[in-house]
């Protein structure tokens, strides 16, 4: 069965550095498009960088670009985002998502349209001096 945990998240200060992973157990992650959500209190959810399943093309949302890299490294079946120079609006619940359907849509599609079929439950990142 598969299953998305995510860890990393916590307390940072203002311009500091964080790393989030995720582990998927119970697939092999090569075949998946994978993910990076948040949701802010009172807001809705939002991407924030996904990747395609070969890893031949990435999204970043435009709030975080130059600030926030998604990677993966399919041997360890992880997903990671780097998260550089954080901001207190950087606060919120951030989730990984995975899904193996690949019809040629681009990876910004169906990152924007969150359309991913498997969620992690999250991990609170609290930037706050």
Request: charged share 20%; glycine share 10%.
């Amino acid at each position: 069965q598969l299953q998305l945990v995510e860890s990393g998240g916590g307390l940072v200060q203002p311009g500091g550095s964080l790393r989030l992973s995720c582990v998927v157990s119970g697939v092999s992650l090569e075949d998946f498009h994978v993910g990076w959500f948040r949701q802010a209190p009172g807001k809705e959810r939002e991407a924030v960088s996904c990747m395609h399943m070969r890893g031949i093309s990435t999204y970043t949302a435009d709030s975080v670009k130059g600030r926030f890299t998604i990677s993966r490294d399919n041997a360890k079946n992880t997903v990671y985002l780097q998260m550089n120079n954080l901001k207190p609006e950087d606060t919120a619940v951030y989730s990984c998502a995975a899904d193996p359907f690949d019809d040629g849509t681009p990876i910004q599609r169906i990152c924007r349209l969150a359309s991913f079929g498997h969620w992690g439950p999250g991990t609170r990142v609290t930037v706050s001096s």
